[in-house]
């Protein structure tokens, strides 16, 4: 014997599910040329990279939601349909320009920290081999990360 569900009560879910869905597109819903407006005068909130640009639609739109993630709360639409930053001009670029600026230092660390470990060898059984030692702040991890390193490193010694 099948049960079947009460048919009122998933069109209830269905009108409950499509009524978020539009509402989350028209807050979302800005216009493709303004999109390009914004992106051009306030950039990104992360730091510029050397990437190719994109003509491709979709591909500019979720650039643009990734570098304006909090459209709503830093922007008003005036009457002509043009977002402007709530707190001015200057102050939205000072603040793009600060983000940016802490993300490269963030960038940067990450890259040189990335260079270290791939730069530190270690000798075993003649053989020279890469190690990999990361930055562990808990013991307990750093015990396990240890642990698994000289696994590893007498696993391959005895292979040879």
Same mark, same amino acid.
């Given at each position: 014997?099948?049960?079947? &569900? *009460?048919?009122?009560?998933?069109?209830?879910?269905?009108?409950?599910?499509?009524? !978020?869905t539009n509402e989350f597109k028209a807050r979302k819903q800005v216009p493709f040329e303004e999109m390009r407006r914004l992106m051009e005068v306030y950039g990104s909130t992360k730091c510029?990279?050397?990437r190719t640009d994109s003509t491709k639609t979709d591909s500019i739109k979720r650039k643009f939601y990734r570098w304006? &993630? *909090?459209?709503e709360e830093r922007f008003v639409k005036d009457q002509?349909?043009?977002? !402007?930053?709530?707190?001015?001009h200057k102050v939205e670029m000072c603040y793009r320009q600060d983000m940016?600026?802490?993300d490269g230092e963030i960038l940067n660390k990450k890259r040189n920290r990335n260079r270290r470990q791939q730069q530190?060898?270690?000798?075993?059984?003649?053989?020279?081999?890469?190690t990999v030692i990361g930055v562990v702040n808990n013991s307990k991890h750093a015990e396990t990360s240890s642990s698994i390193l000289a696994y590893s490193t007498a696993k391959s010694a005895l292979a040879d």
């Open positions: 014997h099948l049960h079947l &569900p *009460d048919i009122k009560k998933i069109r209830d879910i269905m009108n409950i599910t499509s009524k !978020r510029l990279r050397k304006f &993630p *909090d459209l002509g349909g043009f977002y !402007r930053p709530k707190f001015g940016r600026a802490k530190q060898r270690v000798v075993v059984g003649g053989v020279e081999r890469k």
